[in-house]
């Protein structure tokens, strides 16, 4: 019996095994359960039938092709046009994932079947954080300049959990400070960073290399060139109000007793007191001083 040569590649050496379907350590993975999350569709039927479906604007293909190239199952990619109404002739293509094994691993991940919108959360095992929320922002988020021409990237969500994490991420990255609080019109969170806060983390999440739509990944590249103009000047932290300045607030005779023992100033106590005396905002909630 011939004996192995110890000199010799191993197995290992020969070829680098790909990474299992959907871990969420590897950063295309994460990126892409993210995305899924926001964007993607997962249905079910008897007899264990379902799909997995993701419909996105035609100019994007690219990124439901590298989700087809990292799903190690059959799946396919088509297109239709439609009128919507929002436009005349919409553009689509859908990528469409039937394998029960992988519907499986995904629903365990966090992925729930049918609405899902407001019940999606991070995910409950090691991922890559920011591959994952460039997913989510991808799908539901927006990257570019206002119509001032500042830097700025948002995020649309019906998740608490979501913009929570999203926001506690965000200030560990830029320091800034967001509290998460739906609109009254659709119940929507509105998550917006802007100015150096943008920039800082546009140029985190969208690091060289990255899997991302590349109209975003452009965008969000642009930002890194803005520079903020001379005189324009930097607002302060927020100070959230707390339930004992509440109290002293409203026992001052006066908003300018209130302001100085506060140091705020009259205008925010003006706005704060005016909450309370109309039962909006009974909790601390941050205020600008």
Not at 158 to 173: E, P
Request: aromatic fraction near 8%; glycine fraction near 6%; include cysteine.
């Amino acid at each position: 019996m011939a004996e192995q040569d110890p000199n010799a590649p191993t197995l290992f050496a020969l070829a680098t095994l790909p990474p299992t379907f959907m871990d969420l350590q590897d950063p295309e993975y994460a990126y892409m359960f993210g995305f899924l999350q926001a964007d993607g569709h997962l249905s079910e039927q008897t007899r264990q039938r379902g799909k997995l479906t993701v419909e996105i604007n035609v100019r994007d293909i690219a990124i439901l092709r590298e989700f087809q190239r990292l799903t190690p199952y059959n799946s396919r990619i088509t297109e239709r046009s439609r009128a919507t109404n929002f436009s005349g002739k919409h553009h689509s293509a859908t990528w469409s994932l039937c394998a029960l094994e992988a519907r499986t691993t995904l629903n365990q991940l966090g992925l729930p079947y049918g609405k899902k919108s407001r019940r999606i959360t991070p995910p409950r095992v090691p991922f890559s954080r920011p591959d994952y929320l460039r997913g989510v922002i991808d799908a539901d988020g927006s990257v570019g300049y206002t119509g001032q021409g500042f830097p700025f990237l948002s995020l649309t969500t019906a998740s608490t959990a979501i913009g929570a994490y999203l926001c506690h991420y965000a200030k560990k990255v830029t320091g800034a400070q967001r509290m998460i609080k739906r609109n009254t019109r659709d119940g929507i969170y509105n998550v917006l960073y802007t100015k150096e806060a943008a920039v800082l983390l546009a140029e985190h999440l969208y690091h060289p290399g990255c899997l991302a739509l590349e109209r975003k990944k452009s965008a969000a590249a642009s930002l890194a060139s803005w520079v903020r103009p001379p005189g324009m000047k930097i607002r302060p932290p927020r100070k959230p109000w707390t339930a004992e300045e509440d109290r002293i607030l409203l026992a001052a005779p006066t908003l300018a007793h209130a302001a100085a023992e506060l140091g705020r100033s009259q205008s925010s106590c003006q706005v704060r007191r005016w909450r309370l005396v109309n039962g909006i905002g009974t909790s601390a909630t941050p205020e600008s001083r």
